[in-house]
């Protein structure tokens, strides 16, 4: 059993019944509270947190001494305080998503939910960024890299007009109506998780049936899923496990997300040190050097000069690849023929990054792809390349964009390939991903190992079936129970 707690400044609050929840004021909390033999209790401290040591700032501080679940954090209240009160924090809109937008005045976001329509794209960036119960946001300047600048302020109840408070507190209905509705129809599972999904991604991770699988899995282990987006995760106070199944890069909110729910004590697969160490290919192969893990021959370059571009025509031979050290699904690998479209595809790199990897150019008819979770393979498959193409995938292609594919049993794939795929991941960590393998006279290369590998119906899954997603759900259970709280 759970009780939500709604803490305010002072007894002015409407009179609305809230699913599961109490309305008190802030000395009833500070004089009252713990109560003996309570049921697990979350906090919403709508309290005035503007102000440093407030009452709101207290009444998050205790809260967290008193192991409730708080929103907002004292950690979230300090990252909206600056060293010169003048200066606001501010935080960077995309353009495409600011775009249309009226640009001018302040607006109060709700929790993520805002009045003017308009800026409900923002208002949930916002929100999942600094996860306040209440903000104000005012519009800046443009940005140096394609996005508008907000400022993101604290802002106290006391500041809204009654028209405005009014629009907060049915926003405080909807957000625990939210919460509780979706609690009461469910099965009272041990616990919750968050499975991060993006439905406009062209190339997500998992497809709808694989998704629906996990979930089907996760209950079985008493874990109750739950498909989000980035826009709907107004907290992750609530969820004790973030499965991340959208495509994950290092400057991106998957990233970010991933570190604020490890530090929040969540398990995260696929983890911060996966993502930062898997989307890095120079890091990979440093790494893989070092360690001695074969991989096709690589050279990292940091600047373009004749003798450069003469001495890798004599080391590589043409064709050779081009690779951007951050980059999925072949995307930001480039195959050269020439010295001419060496030079022009360098140029063009180099304008994106500071560093580029060039490979030797080592075709195959497929390449290995070996599924391993907590350094145990767990799927294996054949991924050919795309028709006509030298790689897997084809994103010129207008259609049949990837080549086809062989599941097979892990006992059926030569040792060589599957002692060389965990040796590569545990340099990595003991998380779940996807290492890429190319066998050439009969020995194996590794090409990379890719954290949020793909998990989809009928590909990966093709042999294991169910037992796939069981596996992945059950490692989640043993690292939930191995941490040590309900």
């Known amino acids: 059993m759970k009780k939500t707690l709604i803490v305010v400044d002072t007894n002015d609050w409407p009179d609305l019944e809230l699913a599961g929840c109490s309305v008190i004021d802030f000395e009833t909390y500070l004089t009252e509270y713990p109560k003996k033999n309570a049921p697990t209790t979350t906090i919403i401290n709508l309290c005035d947190t503007e102000h440093y040591l407030s009452q709101g700032y207290y009444c998050s501080l205790l809260a967290e001494a008193r192991q409730h679940k708080v929103m907002p954090s004292v950690k979230q209240i300090n990252s909206l305080r600056t060293k010169d009160e003048e200066v606001p924090v501010y935080i960077d809109v995309p353009e495409h998503i600011a775009k249309g937008v009226h640009k001018g005045g302040d607006h109060f976001i709700y929790f993520g939910k805002t009045e003017d329509s308009a800026y409900t794209n923002i208002a949930a960036l916002v929100f999942q960024a600094f996860p306040l119960p209440l903000l104000k946001i005012e519009w800046l300047k443009p940005s140096s890299n394609n996005s508008i600048r907000v400022s993101v302020q604290r802002a106290a109840l006391s500041s809204l007009t009654n028209q405005q408070k009014n629009a907060f507190w049915n926003e405080v209905r909807s957000f625990t109506e939210r919460t509780w509705s979706s609690k009461a129809k469910r099965k009272q599972l041990r616990w919750d998780m968050a499975i991060l999904v993006n439905p406009d991604e062209p190339n997500p991770p998992s497809d709808e049936k694989a998704l629906n699988a996990f979930i089907k899995a996760a209950r079985k282990v008493s874990i109750n899923a739950t498909l989000i987006t980035q826009s709907e995760l107004s907290s992750l106070a609530r969820f004790d496990a973030l499965f991340l199944r959208e495509t994950t890069a290092i400057d991106h909110p998957t990233y970010r997300l991933a570190v604020e729910a490890e530090n929040q004590g969540l398990v995260v697969i696929d983890d911060p040190q996966s993502i930062l160490r898997c989307c890095n290919k120079v890091f990979l192969h440093d790494a893989f050097n070092y360690q001695g893990i074969p991989t096709p021959k690589t050279r990292i370059l940091h600047r373009i000069t004749d003798d450069t571009l003469l001495s890798l025509a004599e080391e590589f031979a043409f064709p050779m690849v081009l690779k951007l050290p951050e980059g999925s699904f072949s995307k930001g690998v480039f195959k050269v023929n020439d010295a001419q479209e060496l030079r022009e595809k360098l140029t063009e790199m180099f304008s994106v990054s500071a560093l580029v990897l060039v490979q030797e150019y080592m075709y195959t008819d497929f390449d290995w792809r070996i599924g391993v979770l907590n350094g145990r393979a767990l799927y294996a498959c054949r991924y050919e390349m795309a028709r006509n193409h030298w790689q897997i995938y084809n994103h010129n292609a207008k259609r049949g964009i990837s080549g086809g594919f062989k599941t097979l049993p892990t ?24 290492v890429d393998i190319k066998v050439k006279n009969n020995k194996p290369y590794v090409l990379e190992v890719n954290d949020n590998p793909s998990i989809e119906h009928k590909v990966e899954d093709a042999y294991l079936g169910n037992e796939l997603y069981m596996q992945v759900m059950t490692e989640f259970r043993q690292r939930l129970e191995a941490r040590g709280r309900p």
């Not at 794939?413 to 991903?433: E, F």
């Open 411 to 434: 006992f059926e794939v030569p040792k060589s390939v599957l002692d060389v795929a965990i040796k590569a991941s545990n340099i990595i960590g003991k998380s779940l991903y996807g």
